[in-house]
């Protein structure tokens, strides 16, 4: 399967601790998006890379968040000090930018579902 | 700032009927426009885009969308739904420029009466 891949595709924790999720983009894609999903509501944009550069995040990413994608090729999302409210589905996707022929379409793994207790 | 309306949160036709799901976005110029599927325990699916010329695309599964600038929408349609396009709509809009940022509506729940 040559698709986006995240791991783990589910995680239950408890209030208090740190999770990391995992995500494996297509391998020739050279952006990286990070997405959160809440029940009933569309995707929400948290932040994107492009190869290693992260070039914007959010202001609804608090500092509890971390993002890095250190060699451009696979990312990881970090949640320190987990709250009830930080549960969702967490979606990667990534894309080929190629400037003037850049054609935005997005491909998306599975998603990540995060329940905090 | 930009942003994207759907204002239908849930629909439901029966199977073989005509659908047409709406979609306004809120933007300076003409942006990239998409429309993507959600399927229960799947990843979302691009189904078509628009960036530029004809206003009418073509999309997967049978599905087009219309492009209008006048009326700043984006809708989809499709002019015989089957029982498994039963799933969850997004419109999005993204910069005409880079496409950096991707936003998404918040839905259309799709329904298939029998």
């Known amino acids: 399967d040559t698709g986006v891949s995240q791991d783990p595709r589910h995680k239950i924790t408890k209030r208090g601790q740190n999770v990391t999720f995992r995500c494996d983009p297509i391998?020739?894609?050279?952006?990286l998006y990070w997405y959160r999903q809440t029940l009933g509501q569309g995707p929400e944009f948290l932040t994107y890379f492009q190869n290693e550069a992260q070039l914007e995040k959010s202001r609804l990413l608090s500092d509890r968040f971390s993002a890095e994608r250190p060699k451009g090729s696979f990312s990881t999302l970090e949640i320190q000090r987990t709250e009830q409210g930080d549960s969702a589905m967490y979606l990667c996707?990534?894309?080929?930018?190629?400037?003037?022929?850049?054609?935005?379409?997005?491909?998306f793994g599975e998603g990540s579902r995060l329940t905090v207790l | 700032a930009q942003s994207v309306t759907q204002p239908d949160i849930h629909i439901t036709v029966s199977e073989g009927a005509s659908l047409e799901l709406r979609c306004n976005y809120s933007y300076g110029a003409t942006p990239y426009l998409f429309w993507y599927v959600q399927s229960p325990g799947q990843g979302l699916q691009l189904l078509l885009k628009?960036?530029?010329?004809?206003?009418l695309v073509q999309g997967i599964k049978g599905f087009e969308a219309e492009f209008k600038r006048s009326q700043s929408s984006f809708n989809l349609r499709k002019p015989s739904v089957h029982w498994s396009d039963a799933a969850e709509y997004f419109c999005?809009?993204?910069?005409?420029?880079?496409?950096?940022?991707?936003?998404f509506g918040s839905g259309t729940r799709l329904s298939i009466r029998p």
């Open positions: 999005a809009v993204a910069p005409y420029s880079s496409a950096s940022k991707i936003i």
């Open positions: 628009y960036f530029s010329g004809d206003t």
């Open positions: 996707a990534s894309s080929l930018y190629s400037g003037s022929s850049n054609t935005g379409e997005l491909f």
């Open positions: 391998s020739e894609h050279n952006r």
